[in-house]
Nanobody, 132 residues
């Protein structure tokens, strides 16, 4: 099974930018169908932020981050990135990367990008704090 390790979180002022990284190690990385970034803000449920389909690199975003966040993967397909621009205080949360091996994720993330259904491998999270 894959192991995921996030990094890159921190504190930034509103309007600033951060890049989160998620390194995948061990396991059958090539068998992953979907990679995603999720976040959990204090007192709120976990929500999907961005998804990347490993076959073809199609990407999907939840409405609140469209135009501001970009999900991508390095050429070796071992590191997932989330470039966050125009950060807002409401983006403050613990951010997690996750992997899905089941192909059902491919159609599901397009319909419900906020959901974490089909994702069953998770990193430990990295904290992002955005202040005014």
């Amino acid at each position: 099974q894959v192991q995921l390790v996030e990094s890159g979180g921190g504190s930034v002022q509103a309007g600033g930018s951060l890049r989160l990284s998620c390194r995948a190690t061990s396991g059958y990385i090539n068998a992953i169908h979907c990679l995603g970034w999720f976040r959990r803000a204090p007192g709120k449920d976990r929500e999907g932020v961005a998804h990347l389909l490993t076959a073809g690199d199609d990407t999907y975003y939840t409405d609140s981050v469209k135009g501001r966040f970009i999900i991508s993967q390095d050429d070796a397909k071992t590191t997932l990135y989330l470039d966050m621009n125009g950060l807002k205080p409401e983006d403050t949360a613990m951010y997690y990367c996750a992997a899905a091996y089941q192909s059902e994720c491919i159609t599901y993330v397009q319909k419900v990008p906020r959901s974490s259904l089909w994702y069953n491998y998770w990193g430990q999270g990295t904290q992002v704090n955005v202040s005014l």
